[in-house]
């Protein structure tokens, strides 16, 4: 009798182990964004995300000391900056590269989109046209050096 009391305890517990990890998976990643309260762009960014599933808390205060806090280097600046599990996300970021990275989990500061490349989410509403630039999203390592993460043609 105990023997199948163990099996049954231990089956229940091996089921629950793999549920609980989807039910952490389906909650939306939770951002917080900093970008200066009249940027249009930013808030075009702020939409893509939500539309992807992502809850977005907004700091209207700039991203400059953001920006330096979380790691990510001047020179790979952009209009907002954005803090997600851990990871510092600079600039026009597709929410697609955000889960990669999140799924993926490298020991690296975040992602970088530099500049404000005409194409990249929030760059790419109605005032553009059909216009496309190449643009790359950059994996920030720790030591503040850079590899292509994704290329965007």
């Known amino acids: 009798m105990k023997t199948g009391r163990r099996n049954f ?6 089921a629950l182990a793999t549920a609980v990890p989807v039910a952490v998976a389906a909650a939306p990643a939770a951002v917080e964004v900093w970008k200066a309260p009249t940027c249009g762009c930013c808030k075009d960014w702020i ?3 939500e539309a992807n599933g992502f809850k977005v808390q907004v700091h209207d205060s700039g991203n400059t000391a953001a920006r ?5 280097p001047m020179r790979l600046g952009s209009c907002h900056t954005a803090l997600i599990d851990g990871y510092a996300i600079e600039g026009h970021v597709p929410a697609r590269e955000i889960r ?4 993926e989990r490298p020991g690296a500061v975040g ?7 005409v194409g990249s989410p929030g760059m790419d509403g109605p005032a553009y046209g059909a ?17 292509s993460y994704q290329h965007y043609q």
């Open 9 to 14: 305890i231990a089956a229940a517990l091996a």
């Open 47 to 49: 939409v893509h995300l």
């Open 68 to 72: 330096a806090r979380l790691g990510i």
């Open 100 to 103: 990669r990275l999140l799924a």
């Open 111 to 117: 992602l970088a989109v530099p500049g404000m490349p």
């Open 131 to 147: 216009r496309k630039d190449a643009y790359d999203v950059l994996l920030v390592r720790k030591d503040g050096s850079t590899t």
